[in-house]
């Protein structure tokens, strides 16, 4: 078994779609197709379940991406660490954010320390969650927070939400409002995917604040409320 096999497996876990795992990889769709078929007949059980050029991960597979999470995740870090001793005095640092906002405030940072060096990348929390499962990245800032046994995570800052009403709704006069009473209204909401949509998504998922997503959409203009935050929840 070969760590370029193992790179190939945890590409295609994470597509978990031959094509884009293949294009993501630079190579054939029938080399990876070949490779993954090795690589289940050397571990002797199915690590995928295939459904034409689509492929979904099975408890088999999902408990060896584990292994080789951490397999590819140390050898990463002493590829660094070597690195680092090769190359003393070189401190780069590799940070991934959810919003181009976390990054307010860096540039002091960098000023105090000219001596560290950054690379700096704006993604999704799902590709974050991956490079830190890859070792690709030293630490990331996102909204909302990355969880799981592999990750340790940190609140920095915790914000609160902000509604805004037009200046005749009965709302505008409240100093505050509970979730229940927005049932009956409309909001324009962020696309899906973006990280302060993923917050609100979240919130309205509660059983309790059902009835009010139901209302959530792109009303007609001076129709609709906007739900902000003042700052964002942010997590390291």
């Given at each position: ?223 609709g409320q906007r739900l902000g935050q003042h700052l964002f929840q942010r997590?390291?």
């Amino acid at each position: 078994m070969e760590l370029t096999q193992l790179r190939y497996f945890q590409t295609a876990a994470y597509y978990q779609h031959i094509s884009r795992a293949a294009e993501e990889l630079n190579i054939s769709q029938p080399a990876l197709s070949t490779m993954i078929s090795r690589l289940e007949k050397e571990l002797g059980v199915p690590l995928f379940d295939h459904n034409g050029r689509s492929i979904i991960l099975n408890q088999n597979g999902q408990r060896f991406l584990q292994r080789v999470n951490h397999i590819l995740m140390e050898v990463e870090n002493s590829k660094r660490e070597l690195q680092d001793i090769a190359d003393e005095g070189d401190n780069s640092i590799s940070l991934a954010v959810s919003s181009s906002q976390f990054l307010q405030g860096m540039h002091a940072f960098m000023y105090q320390h000219p001596n560290y060096k950054w690379n700096q990348r704006v993604a999704e929390n799902k590709e974050i969650a991956a490079l830190l499962n890859r070792g690709q990245i030293d630490l990331a800032v996102t909204s909302p927070g990355i969880y799981g046994e592999v990750f340790e995570s940190t609140l920095l800052l915790r914000d609160i939400f902000k509604l805004a009403v037009h200046k005749d709704n009965p709302l505008a006069q409240r100093k505050s409002v509970r979730l229940e009473e927005l049932t009956d209204q409309r909001f324009i909401m962020l696309l899906k995917g973006l990280p302060f949509r993923a917050q609100t998504d979240r919130i309205f998922a509660d059983p309790a604040h059902k009835a009010a997503a139901a209302g959530t959409g792109v009303p007609a203009a001076g129709l609709g409320q906007r739900l902000g935050q003042h700052l964002f929840q942010r997590h390291l």
